[in-house]
T-cell receptor
């Protein structure tokens, strides 16, 4: 069974640009969550989607947005990139929202210059 | 608000020693779920265990064991006879009931097992 896949794995952008990251959950999983991981802040929750609806959102500015498609694949977008957006962005999938364990992808390493 | 505290940022042990990673949590929910994840150097988080708040039984899985104590709001993780492959960052996480609550992660504990 294929795991969670994220593309691209590495990305370099400059300040002011925008970026779109993609996540394909494990087959059958309908819930996708996004996290930002930085050395100083650890793992910070961005948002969670279930059945194409955003269920929850973390404390990030409106420059961070996401969506989920009918096949449960999800994308997150960051507009007007700032240096501080440099981080590892992790996607996690689960059968549904709630108490189920999440299965994480390898992450997308974003560097903003 | 939920909070997860992992006071130990880095721990070093010699191979075959036992090591305990501490996790203390705060929540106002009476029902909640606790998790431990492992992040090896490769970067991908790996699920280790989930514990419901109404089940205080301790759990053992091979060299891994977990001690859940609601009275002290702690969910500690012990590795017995540590091995070099146990070197990783370990995260404790908390989630409230229902499907609308986010998962809160601790800052993580970096474990280094020295051969």
């Amino acid at each position: 069974k294929a795991g969670v896949t994220q593309t691209p794995r590495y990305l370099i952008k400059t300040r002011g640009q925008q970026v779109t990251l993609s996540c394909s959950p494990i087959s059958g999983h309908r819930s996708v969550s996004w996290y930002q991981q930085t050395p100083g802040q650890g793992l910070q929750f961005l948002f969670e989607y279930f059945s194409e609806t955003q269920r929850n959102k973390g404390n990030f500015p409106g420059r961070f947005s996401g969506r989920q498609f009918s096949n449960s694949r999800s994308e997150m977008n960051v507009s007007t990139l700032e240096l501080g957006d440099s981080a590892l962005y992790l996607c996690a999938s689960s059968w549904g929202p709630g108490e189920e364990e999440q299965f994480f992808g390898p992450g997308t390493r974003l560097t903003v210059l | 608000a939920q909070k997860v505290t992992q006071a130990q940022t880095e721990i070093s042990v010699v191979e075959k020693e036992d090591v305990t990673l501490d996790c203390v949590y705060e929540t106002r929910d009476t029902t909640y779920y606790l998790f431990w994840y492992k992040q090896p150097p490769s970067g991908e988080l790996v699920f280790l265990i989930r514990r419901n708040s109404f089940d205080e039984q301790n759990e053992i899985s091979g060299r891994y064991s977990w001690n859940f104590q609601k009275s002290t709001s702690s969910f500690n993780f012990t590795i017995t006879a540590s091995q070099v492959v146990d070197s990783a960052v370990y995260f404790c996480a908390l989630r409230g009931p229902g499907g609308y609550q986010k998962v809160t992660f601790g800052i993580g504990t970096k474990l280094q097992v020295i051969p």
